[in-house]
């Protein structure tokens, strides 16, 4: 499972339902990464629809909050800007379908 570690603003925003998306730069390591976690996935429905479980982490310790994601990949330009996306760069888009699971989180600046 494909595991990133993220700001803890954005996680808590996640976690809370306020961010619906999660973006990584256009690069080969990305795309490389994606990919992989892709066709990993047994339950996959297929690359044609990217959708795979995600582990995102509030940092890089192994005891940070953490949770697994279910998302449906895109590559686009843009996105939001208050979800710290700059709309004239592509990215690999992860929109977040639901929340799986939640580890070692306190429920962030609620």
């Known amino acids: 499972m494909l595991t990133l570690p993220i700001k803890q603003e954005w996680f808590d925003m996640i976690c809370r339902g306020e961010k619906r ?3 990584r730069e256009a690069t080969e390591y990305y795309k490389t ?11 996959c ?3 044609a629809y990217k959708i ?5 982490r509030a940092g890089y310790n192994s005891k940070a909050p ?27 888009i992860l929109q ?5 699971s939640i580890e070692n989180w ?3 600046n609620m």
């Open 106 to 108: 306190k429920g962030g």
């Open 21 to 23: 998306e999660e973006y």
């Open 33 to 43: 990464r994606i990919n992989s976690a892709i066709v990993a996935d047994p339950n």
């Open 96 to 100: 977040i379908l639901h929340i799986e």
């Open 52 to 56: 795979f479980p995600v582990k995102i």
């Open 66 to 92: 953490a949770a697994v994601l279910r998302v449906h990949c895109i590559f686009g330009k843009g996105g939001v800007r208050e979800w710290g996306a700059d709309p004239d760069k592509y990215y690999y």
């Open 45 to 47: 429905k297929g690359q």
